[in-house]
């Protein structure tokens, strides 16, 4: 199976957009059949993503967990060295990429429009194409998605 990194890169600026792309990328995920990883930056974003999820979407939720607490579910949460079992989906929430990650079939970066982060976005997509992903780049900017 070949590795597939997804670069979406998305008109705003705010860290709150970000936050529900990555629920709208978890959803579509667990259509999928997929388990997914959400590499949060620290504790604090973590527990916003953590109640993003329980209110996604409007009608209903996305069943999560986060790393350590119990009952496991299909996405699960979690920074620093946390890792779930499975080794499918990695949606990074964090500015750079963690070693760890590559350890996935497929990572997920969401691109938002402030400085720092993109220097960090940029560092990721170059990260992941000398490691043989096979890169995918999809410009909200100008599709109107």
Known sequence: MSRRADFYILPQADEDSRLR??????EKALQQQLQVFIHTEHPIQAERLDRMLWQYPEDSFLPHHLLGNQ????IS????????EHRQLFINAASQLPEAAFEFDRIAEIVIQAPELL??????????RELGYTMHRTDMRTSGR
């Open 21 to 26: 792309f990555i629920c709208r990328v978890c």
């Open 71 to 74: 009952p496991a579910a299909p």
């Open 77 to 84: 949460i979690g920074q620093g060295s946390q890792l779930p």
């Open 119 to 128: 220097t960090h976005s940029r560092q990721n997509y170059t990260r992941c």
